[in-house]
């Protein structure tokens, strides 16, 4: 080897010793990958003195959780389709032969223990269609039972069950009457199959009228709260910040079918009674007056003569009822149930819901600018009523060549009834309403075409003329009071501002 060859040798060892030692020399101030040292988890509260008011509240809703969920229990429901419905339906896609399988359907709700052998309330929406033997209750300690069905009331959607068990805890009843808005509420019960499920909230409104039934009879005086409620709270507890029960949570208002704020309880003071005569009885005897009423509003005060709106108006009196008995008339406005004050339609359904027939009670009534008393002794509400109630089918009338004329001042079109038209409607005089002007005060007011106008400011109106006489009496502000029948012989007064 030359000498020359040697020193590059040399040099090359010696570059690559001192790159050797470089990277022992980085590489020994870097840690290892595996990190041993253990994390200083930080304990202390930032917040150390919490507001006294705010831990009590804290501690109330713990309270209440511990002592009230025990009382509320999971009920599943296992019910038979109604048949001929389903078949309907489906035939629509596949044909006239095809035919539903029998196949149980499953609903769950909630129910609230009221006795310590087992006496449960719920909702009647929850547990009506249920089969023999279908309602199944589950206890937060899981314990599982077959309830019996005890009885329903659809007009308050209050239902009662029974287990067989002791010593059940019970839920302690509280008073709704006394119940305000704005005070603080908790809503328990078993939402989407979520068992033993706390929301709180506030009362947002008393006495709303929803009408979920649609049965113009039931008592709709709702407990509005932001308490969160879904599908399966029905018929569990909203509580008040005792741990008391005031209602019975029914109702949520949707676009979606799931919670968008606005839930509903049954008060309490309505369903306890309720479940009481439910379990003495079986079923409810309520008294009724034989009346279709509505809220009075501005427009129709001042069609009746009255300084404000005040007062329930009657819409209809049905024939042979109490209310026809005692010889109130369709026009009258209500003040007041023996002294008691009533301004909104649910309010008198409620008092007179808690009554039973043969009682008497006294009315206010305003009629012509006169108040007098009217004293009326309630009745049973018959199976002509009930069915009466429940027609809603629309009906298609074939006018004839009649005459026909239109109203714009109130943005109707009207013509004369046929022999025909009377014998569908079930009456001897009236108009119909042909057209209704979109967006015109009568359409606002709720007038639809195939409806028939029967009577005009208290006045029984034969046809197009007895009509166009009171209408040539009145001028812009003036309020045209009009009683209508419907195809489902549902019968309204209508307050319209001429324009």
Not at 164 to 172: H, I, S
Not at 189 to 202: C, D, E, K, R, S
Not at 246 to 273: E, L, M, R, V, W
Request: a neutral charge; glycine letters at 8%.
């Amino acid at each position: 080897m030359s000498k020359k060859s040697i020193i590059a040798s040399a040099s090359l060892v010696v570059v690559a010793l001192l790159f050797a030692a470089i990277l022992i020399a980085n590489f020994s101030n870097v840690k290892n990958l595996v990190a041993y040292s253990q994390i200083d988890f930080k304990t202390e509260p930032p917040v150390k003195t919490t507001s006294s008011d705010i831990k009590g509240m804290n501690d109330a809703f713990v309270e209440i959780s511990k002592a009230v969920t025990p009382s509320v229990v999971y009920i599943d429901v296992t019910s038979t389709p109604q048949k001929n419905e389903q078949d309907k339906n489906f035939q629509f896609f596949f044909g006239p032969d095809f035919k539903m399988n029998d196949a149980p359907v499953h609903g769950t709700g909630s129910g609230v223990i009221i006795s310590k052998d087992g006496y449960i309330m719920t909702n009647n929406h929850v547990v009506k269609e249920a089969s023999d033997k279908g309602i199944k209750v589950i206890l937060t300690d899981k314990r599982e039972f077959t309830a019996k069905l005890i009885g329903t009331d659809p007009n308050t959607d209050i239902a009662v069950i029974k287990i067989e068990a002791n010593d059940l805890t019970v839920a302690a009843i509280g008073n709704s009457d006394e119940v305000q808005v704005g005070q603080w509420v908790l809503a328990i019960g078993n939402p989407l199959g979520l068992t033993n499920t706390v929301t709180a909230g506030i009362v947002s409104a008393l006495g709303r009228n929803i009408n979920i039934s649609g049965d113009t009879y039931a008592i709709n005086n709702f407990i509005q709260t932001d308490a969160v409620i879904n599908p399966g709270n029905s018929g569990g507890a909203l509580v008040n910040i005792n741990g008391s029960v005031i209602g019975i949570n029914a109702a949520i208002k949707t676009n979606n079918g799931y919670y968008q704020g606005y839930g509903f309880a049954i008060p309490i003071n309505i369903a306890k009674d309720v479940a009481e005569e439910l379990i003495k009885n079986g079923k409810i005897e309520r008294g009724y007056i034989g009346v279709s009423i509505k809220d009075m509003d501005e427009v129709e005060a001042k069609g009746l003569g009255l300084d404000k709106p005040r007062g329930v108006l009657l819409q209809n009196v049905l024939k042979d009822g109490a209310g026809d008995d005692a010889g109130l008339k369709t026009g009258d406005v209500i003040f007041s149930v023996d002294g008691k004050e009533v301004n909104a339609a649910n309010q008198l359904q409620t008092i007179i819901g808690s009554k039973r027939p043969g009682d008497v009670v006294t009315l206010s009534v305003y009629r012509d600018g006169k108040t007098f008393d009217k004293k009326v002794t309630l009745k049973a509400r018959s199976e002509k009523d009930i069915a009466a109630n429940n027609n809603n089918q629309n009906q298609n009338n074939e006018s004839g060549d009649v005459t026909s004329k239109k109203f714009d001042n109130i943005g109707i079109t009207v013509m004369n009834l046929n022999s025909n038209m009377k014998q569908e409607y079930d009456v001897k005089n009236g108009v119909i309403i042909k057209d209704v002007s979109n967006f015109s005060e009568s359409y606002e007011r709720g007038l639809r075409p195939g409806l028939v106008i029967t009577e005009a400011d208290k006045t029984k109106i034969e046809n197009i003329q007895d009509f166009e006489n009171i209408m040539s009496k009145k001028v812009k502000g003036d309020i045209l009071m009009v009683k209508v029948i419907s195809p489902a012989k549902d019968v309204r007064l209508i307050a319209i501002e001429i324009q």
